[in-house]
Nanobody
Framework: EVQLVESGGGLVQAGGSLRLSCAAS????????IGWFRQAPGKEREVIAC????????YYADSVKGRFTISSENAKNTVYLQMNRLKPDDTAVYYC????????????????WGQGTQVTVSS
């Protein structure tokens, strides 16, 4: 059974940092493309960063480029999202998702999802 479990969310002041983790199980980690998405209240879910643990390819949305870093620790089947210089606009529920489609950035391309973790950035 494919499982993705996010952790690391919380409340932080603007300008602060958080590191999210996505622990994966039930599939061959190196074969999949892992994405971080977020959904703010009243807004659609959007992709923010993706990584191929097997190849090392990464993708960032313009809104987080230069502030967020995605990485993987393959021995632990875990993907991280280091978030620096956080802004109130970063407040959202953050989800990790997995797909066999390399370079996928659209929500419908990801069949497997975690339950999400709340990130709240206060001004």
């Amino acid at each position: 059974e494919v499982q993705l479990v996010e952790s690391g969310g919380g409340l932080v002041q603007a300008g602060g940092s958080l590191r999210l983790s996505c622990a994966a199980s039930g599939f061959t980690f190196d074969d999949y493309y892992i994405g971080w998405f977020r959904q703010a209240p009243g807004k659609e879910r959007e992709v923010i960063a993706c990584i191929s643990p097997g190849v090392g390819h990464t993708y960032y949305a313009d809104s987080v480029k230069g502030r967020f870093t995605i990485s993987s620790e393959n021995a632990k089947n875990t993907v991280y999202l280091q978030m620096n210089r956080l802004k109130p606009d970063d407040t959202a529920v953050y989800y990790c998702a997995a797909t066999l489609s390399l370079l996928a950035t659209l929500e419908y391309e990801y069949p497997y999802w975690g339950q999400g973790t709340q990130v709240t950035v206060s001004s």
